[in-house]
């Protein structure tokens, strides 16, 4: 409909149940245009196309990372049925040692020194301690069910990488949304330059984000890329002809929703929003409890006080009134 010329408003049906004066057995399609003629529905937030087109291609990564997830489990339940206590000394089975581990046992090796000697060289725990844990007795179904565990996570990853390109491919194809006759500063030293997450996708987000936005949104205490990336993809690029930055943070779920009835608060409970940007920004209060500086500082004395679920939504509060 949009791609003919008709301005399409998504309505919220609970807000169209309160609108009172519908007696007579009307069809819906008719009170519908009834009340759209007398302005009585309000369209609900949609993106641009093209950034529902880049939070569709974000929310697809996030959905395969989430079944690759599930693979990984299955692969630390294949390990202690062996009694190879692998997880014991890694962090994480899925990393470079990890894997390069695995990938050995499946093909066949069952020697722990010849094992331990895959060791990446930045490995906290030394050779004699991997290949104490890999001391085990390998018997052949287990083998097979770590097989398959370990294609099946082979298998979720290249959709992975088939997500990162489109969206890089995507990022390019975007205008800035400030006058390109004027650009921005130049972009800063990373934060963390040594820090990459496991997850986190294989192309420069950040630099992608800075040409299309302009601002450098990891300089805000607490948000990497990944989270910035899934935060501009769900409420978009341009916020300035939407409400003030409290209405965002209630369409976000991070605002307390009080019941009050004489004076007295019953209920106080924030209603459901946008469930990917506000665990983001959720994440990124969390992480802010363990850095000094000034939301770190708000975020232990809330928590001291009120207990950490009260502390991690009041920050994430703070950062989508700052975003």
């Known amino acids: 409909m949009e ?41 609900s937030f949609r993106p641009a196309e093209e950034r529902r087109v880049l939070r569709a291609y974000v929310r697809q990564r996030a959905m395969v990372v989430e079944h690759r997830a599930g693979h990984i489990q299955h692969l630390q339940k294949a390990l202690p049925q062996r009694n190879v206590q692998l997880p014991q000394v890694l962090s994480d089975i899925s990393g470079t040692t990890g894997l390069q581990i695995l990938r050995a046992m499946v093909a066949g090796e069952r020697d722990p020194q010849v094992l331990a000697r895959l060791r990446h060289g930045r490995c906290q725990r030394t050779e004699a301690e991997i290949a104490t ?22 298998f979720y990853t290249a959709p992975v990488q088939e997500c ?20 921005p ?46 935060i501009v993809s769900e409420i978009g690029t341009d916020l300035s ?17 009080n019941d009050i009835s004489g004076g007295k608060v019953l209920r106080s409970k924030p209603l459901t929003g ?17 850095t000094q500086t000034a939301l770190g500082g708000y975020y232990r004395r809330l928590r001291a006080r009120k207990g950490p679920t009260t502390a991690i939504m009041a920050t994430a509060h703070k950062l989508a009134r700052m975003l």
Not at 241 to 257: F, M, N, R, V, Y
Not at 274 to 290: E, V
């Open 3 to 43: 791609a003919r010329g008709l301005e399409v408003a998504l309505v919220n049906a609970r807000h169209l149940k309160h609108v009172p004066g519908r007696k007579s057995d009307v069809q819906a399609c008719q009170w519908l245009q009834q009340l759209q003629s007398s302005g009585l529905l309000t369209a």
């Open 133 to 154: 844990a890999l001391s085990g007795h390998y018997r052949p179904e287990h083998v097979f069910a770590l097989k398959q565990a370990l294609a099946l996570y082979d």
């Open 164 to 183: 990162d390109t489109s969206i890089e491919q995507h990022y390019a194809a975007l205008k800035p949304v400030y006058d390109e006759q004027t650009p």
């Open 185 to 230: 500063p130049p972009l800063g030293p990373a934060p963390k330059p040594n820090s990459h997450a496991k997850n986190a996708p294989a192309f420069d987000v950040r630099a992608c984000l800075d040409r299309i936005l302009g601002v450098d949104l990891t300089a805000t205490e607490g948000l990497e890329a990944s989270r910035a990336q899934t």
């Open 241 to 257: 002809k939407g409400p003030p930055e409290k209405h965002l943070a209630s369409w976000l779920g991070l605002a307390p929703h």
């Open 274 to 290: 946008n469930r990917r940007a506000a665990q983001a920004l959720r994440l990124a209060a969390q992480t802010l409890g363990r």
